[in-house]
Nanobody, 117 residues
């Protein structure tokens, strides 16, 4: 089992920055990758970014490419999502997830990000 706890959400104005954190605990040695997803009201949960746990290779959704950066601190078992130039359409609940054997098996409880115009 892997436990994930997100933090860092909040209310900001358009153009501002936020950094989300995801602290992982438990069997983190079995994790292939960590990722961030988001879900806006009435919409499906969408993939935002992913980072391979060992190699550090990153992938981004087109909607956030160039504005968001995912990174990790393996020693602390923490994954970050640096979000710059935030837009109102970035408003959503942001979830951290851990991939195991090719599936996103573990999820955090989510953290709310609200961007006002």
């Amino acid at each position: 089992q892997v436990q994930l706890v997100e933090s860092g959400g909040g209310l900001v104005q358009a153009g501002a920055s936020l950094r989300l954190s995801c602290a992982a605990s438990g069997r983190t040695g079995s994790v292939d990758a960590m990722g961030w997803f988001r879900q806006a009201p009435g919409k499906e949960r969408d993939f935002i970014a992913r980072i391979n746990w060992i190699a550090g290779v990153t992938y981004y959704a087109d909607s956030v490419k160039g504005r968001f950066t995912i990174s990790r601190d393996n020693a602390k078992n923490v994954v970050y999502l640096q979000m710059n130039s935030l837009k109102p359409e970035d408003t959503a609940v942001y979830y951290c997830a851990a991939m195991y054997l090719g599936n996103w098996n573990y999820w955090g409880q989510g953290t709310q990000v609200t961007v006002s115009s």
